[in-house]
């Protein structure tokens, strides 16, 4: 007579699971969740929970298919809600990734942060914008690897700077085009103010009012805010017309 094997009624078994762990109380649970989505939510790109938990159940292991017991989530969490425990840990918990979802993940932040660059940059020589695929080509060439715990903006500064120093491809930074509108009497001294910053002056008038819209490197916003702020003692306004000015613009 053969004998049926079964799984026990406290296990669960699941496939293609994304782990996301939390200790507590001398325990580690864990929830099971889909692959790349775990991120989307933290990030609020994906918002339906439904696409990110594969079952709202708390585990001990997931990868055995434990279910947390009752008395356990009481001792760790103060309660046994699990809806309440499932978004704790989704939302402060480690998530536990694979050899191959790591690398996923690094490759597609290295595609994100080649995208942030060649949105910022501008080829210095023509003053027309870079392509993802160009910056990507350049950050293979000068070996560089994604920083794990840096967020690809962050990085995406860093990766500018380099590319400038081992002169990789020709970049820089774009200009912004801002727009100052405040009082006449604040305007010459603005502009005098102003003049040791700005890249181009674009259009000036004293007609109503104040206006003058210049290029700027966009690392120079904070000081020129603070300079038509004093200037005109917060009567003024500063407005981005573009944040990345490019060949094109003019075209």
Sequence with gaps: MSRKITTPVNQIRLTNVAVV????GGK?????SYPNKVNEWRQGVETDIDEVLQIDTVFLNVSKGVIAKKEDLNKAFGHS???????EIL????IQVGAKERQHQMDQTFRDIATIVAEKCVNPLTQKSITPGLVERAMKEIHYSVKPGKSAKTQAL????LLQEKD?????????RLKVEAPKGAGRKIRQQLEEII??????SYEDCYNFTFTV??????QVDEIVSKATRNKGALEVVDVCVTETDDE
Excluded: C, H, W
């Design 158 to 161: 860093q990766v500018i700077k």
């Design 28 to 32: 580690r649970f864990e929830i099971a």
């Design 91 to 94: 939302n402060k918990g480690e």
């Design 199 to 204: 890249n181009t002056a674009e259009s000036e």
């Design 21 to 24: 762990r939390l200790k507590k």
């Design 217 to 222: 490197d966009p690392g120079k916003y904070r």
């Design 168 to 176: 990789a491809i020709p970049i820089e930074r774009a200009q912004m």
């Design 81 to 87: 809600n699990q809806q309440k425990i499932v978004l």
